[in-house]
């Protein structure tokens, strides 16, 4: 069965600093992988998808991924974070036949320090 | 367009009642997806509708169901409720079409069990 870990509960960076969020998957086929973001009671918001191609993936917000088949993962990356990105984030892989169908990762609280 | 609404937002009730949750996609979906999301289990997969028909189910007991009317609304129901069916109950829609279709998520229901 698929499934997703983020081993970071909670990560907290300074405004302005770099940020990485840690994915890692278990998925036997070619993976459908994507990065949600989700503010304090509201639904979740795409920031990025893979499917096939290339690795390194650009989303909205300024947020990026990269794919490393070889390591399972699908870390986010963000090279400058603003006080607005505080938020929960969620990786999560979509069942290979249905998108609706999405195992989630336990998401990861980003504190921003000013 | 409209985004995915929920209704109601809030709701309590108590053990043992019923309850019913509407979702309205984004026009022109034809996908909808249910997710439980809380603290202790994250987002958890309940059923996904595709053109009124149940695609794909979670793992969730018999008390879970939902249906699909034919203007691709749907709803969820949930009987005799005990006090871990507490969370926020996500709504997600999809064009269903693709595997690789990403899901627009509704702000959610919070339902309390007490």
């Known amino acids: 069965a698929q499934s997703v870990t983020q081993p970071d509960i909670h990560i907290t960076v300074s405004e302005g600093a770099s940020l990485e969020l840690r994915c890692n998957y278990s998925?036997?086929?070619?993976?459908?992988l994507f990065w949600y973001v989700q503010s304090p009671g509201q639904g979740l918001q795409l920031l990025l998808k893979?499917?096939?191609?290339?690795?390194l993936v650009q989303g909205i917000k300024g947020f990026e991924a990269e794919f490393k088949r070889s390591q399972s993962s699908f870390n986010l990356r963000k090279p400058s974070v603003h006080w607005s990105d505080a938020a929960e984030y969620f990786c999560a892989v979509a069942d290979n036949t249905n998108a609706g169908k999405s195992t989630f990762g336990d998401g990861t609280t980003l504190t921003v320090k000013p | 367009k409209a985004g995915v609404t929920q209704t109601p937002r809030y709701l309590i009730k108590t053990r043992g009642q019923q309850v019913t949750l509407s979702c309205s996609p984004i026009s022109g979906h034809r996908s909808v997806s249910w997710y439980q999301q809380t603290p202790g289990q994250g987002l958890q997969f309940l059923f996904e509708y595709f053109s009124e028909t149940q695609r794909n189910k979670g793992n969730f007991p018999g008390r879970f169901s939902g249906r699909q009317f034919s203007n691709s609304r749907s709803e969820m129901n949930v009987s005799t409720l005990e006090l871990g069916d507490s969370a926020l109950y996500l709504c997600?829609?999809?064009?269903?079409?693709?595997?690789?279709?990403?899901?627009?998520f509704g702000s959610g229901t919070q339902l309390s069990v007490l």
């Open positions: 893979y499917f096939s191609g290339d690795t």
């Open positions: 997600a829609s999809s064009p269903g079409q693709t595997t690789n279709e990403k899901l627009f």
């Open positions: 998925y036997g086929a070619t993976p459908y």
